[in-house]
């Protein structure tokens, strides 16, 4: 379902880091359809192209090509956005790398590829953010996973990263809100399409078995998520901050504990 509403976010200005691909273009993409002008960033120039001409079809969109890893990339991107569309009212920070691999197969710089892409990213998007922002009244959401609370194997890098994240969301909440700035965070769930739940979910079988882990009892599609940002940025949310939002169709509940590789082998088989 496709939650957005017309006008909603009339005269507000978006960055979207990691607004190139997946849950963030469609995040970016309902931004516009909202009325916001919306700005992508992500390290590739063709992938920021296509991202642009796609968003444009609904709205004013604009694209910078920076690495989220390099602060003075990413300060720079947002300094030419503000000097082009004004004070920025939302900021998005969603840009993410991942793989499968036991703690014993990560070499020290796989590791911390992911930090940094992922927790130092977030970070220097929301710092260069920070001086740019329209106060009070502005929103910055950050886009986590549910391996920030629950342990899973083969994704201790991805763990340590998005528990920073959620600590980092608070934090910010925390010291910027004095000045009417919010920040929150979204965890979404398994999310149909995604190039995250490919790695994660390779086949039928996998799927299956993951599905069965959801309450709900089904994955999520990336519209889902972006209904949710849709909220946290706009006016409805005002009294609204510090928070780690699930959106998962319940998952969350279901995960007290993380399966041995045997019990996900049983599970995968279809024993369980």
């Avoid at 919306?38 to 690495?67: F, P």
């Avoid at 590829?113 to 220097?124: P, R």
């Avoid at 809100?177 to 086949?203: C, K």
């Avoid at 949310?237 to 049983?266: E, F, I, K, N, R």
Wanted: with cysteine.
């Amino acid at each position: 379902m496709n939650a957005f509403v017309p006008g909603l976010l009339a005269g507000k200005t978006a960055f979207v880091a990691g607004g190139t691909s997946g849950i963030n273009l469609v995040i970016a993409e309902a931004l516009v359809k909202a009325g916001a002008r919306v700005a992508v960033l992500s390290r590739k120039q063709e992938k920021v192209d296509a991202a642009v001409a796609r968003l444009a079809g609904h709205g004013a969109a604009s694209g910078y090509a920076a690495d989220v890893r390099d602060y003075a990339a990413v300060d720079a991107a947002l300094e030419a956005f503000r000097a082009a569309a004004g004070p920025i009212d939302i900021v998005v920070s969603g840009a993410a790398g991942n793989f499968v691999a036991p703690a014993t197969g990560i070499s020290s710089n796989g590791f911390r590829s992911v930090l940094e892409i992922d927790l130092l990213g977030t970070f220097h998007v929301l710092k260069a953010a920070y001086g740019r922002l329209r106060k009070p009244g502005s929103s910055l959401i950050s886009i986590s996973a549910p391996q920030s609370t629950a342990p899973a194997y083969g994704q201790a890098h991805v763990c340590a990263a998005k528990a920073g994240i959620d600590m980092l969301t608070r934090c910010l909440a925390l010291e910027w809100g004095t000045e009417g700035v919010r920040v929150n965070a979204i965890v979404p769930g398994p999310i149909d399409d995604t190039e995250g739940m490919a790695r994660l979910a390779p086949t039928p079988a996998i799927r299956r078995a993951m599905e069965r882990t959801v309450p709900l009892g089904r994955f999520g599609s990336k519209q889902d998520v972006a209904n949710l940002a849709l909220f946290m940025a706009s006016d409805a949310a005002a009294y609204m901050t510090g928070t780690v939002t699930y959106c998962d169709g319940g998952q969350v509940l279901t995960m007290g504990g993380a399966l041995s590789p045997s019990a996900m082998q049983q599970m995968f088989s279809g024993g369980g």
